[in-house]
């Protein structure tokens, strides 16, 4: 069965870029039941001259590198310096000075860049911004969970969508929100950034450190919602890695695990073992696959066809991938803003 869905996939790739779902209830499907395209380190500048083009690109998810500096107290953005800046962000602030001044600024200064550039485009469709702390956080510095949403929401405000907003007034947990399928739809989330937060490569390699990103926001959350607090969250922790069922339950405690709903792996490894990755969609979660290009028959990581990536978008959404990710940041916009049904 898995064959002949890929198969179909394949030849309906066309087809799938037009969002009307299947299911005859989901006249306007939610969040959680499409299928759309992001671009890997869209901070890097061989990608992206500023900061704002990348969010001009179409890409439905950007990605950044974080550091918590601790000496300097400050969130750099960068792909290998942990105590400095190497990224397109410019120190703009104001739509009119986008696209023009000096690059290779901090987290407050994307962020900026991010509120300049909504100002120009108000109705944009919802753009995930997933996050990965390099070194995690330190919150010993003031580099913690509660200072990264107190960043983000003094930047962007109501331009974010919290797990507060998906919880609304009847669900005590993410998942059960998730399950329920709460999800706004992409229109109700026009004009909106969605904060994704991951375990970074350093952090995941440091031998003293057992208290990562994902664990830590997700103590976060609970705690914030026990105190009655949960608005002041601005993120989704996201479980990192693919794995075959549910991975929260071996990974952590009971009492986060129903505070993740969103799960981010490998593409290849979600569908070239055949891992039953129903249960994301079934379960109405945001599930992204990483390096979507490895997928077979593999295409290329940079420069595909737009047909490769309408028939790999087709694909994964048949796999029931939420997000795909790869390094297609020379896609033209009309490519990387599609978006497919999500099976």
Known sequence: MRVVRRLAALVGASAMLVVVPGQAHAASPTFAQTTTIGTHNAYEKDKYTYWAQALDSGASLLELDVYADSLSRRWRVSHSKPLGDDNNCEYASKPSELYSKNRNQDLGSCLDN???????????????????????FNNDVGLGPDEF???????L??????????LGSSYSTLDAAAKA?????????????????????VEESNPFDHY????????????LYAAGNIS??????????????????????ASIRP????????????????????FYSANHY?????DAYGVSPAISSTAPTDAEVAARLALLAADHASMITSDWSAKSASVLSSVAARS
Request: proline share 6%.
């Open 114 to 136: 991010m509120a300049a550039w909504e100002q120009l485009h108000p109705d944009h469709a919802p753009i995930v911004v997933k996050v990965e702390m390099k070194v995690g």
């Open 149 to 155: 949403d107190t960043l983000v929401s003094q930047k």
């Open 157 to 166: 405000g109501s331009s974010v969508y919290r797990p507060a907003d998906l």
């Open 181 to 201: 399928n709460a999800w706004p739809t992409r229109d109700q989330l026009k004009g909106k950034f969605i904060f994704e937060l991951i375990p970074g490569t």
């Open 212 to 223: 990562w990103t994902d664990e830590e926001y997700g103590d976060h959350l609970r705690d």
């Open 232 to 253: 002041e969250a601005q993120a989704f922790p996201a479980v990192l890695g693919a794995a075959d069922g549910d991975p929260r339950t071996s990974r952590y405690d």
């Open 259 to 278: 505070w993740f709903v969103f799960f981010d792996g490998d593409a290849a490894t979600y569908v070239n073992n055949g891992y039953d990755t129903s």
């Open 286 to 290: 945001i599930l992204i696959m990483t």
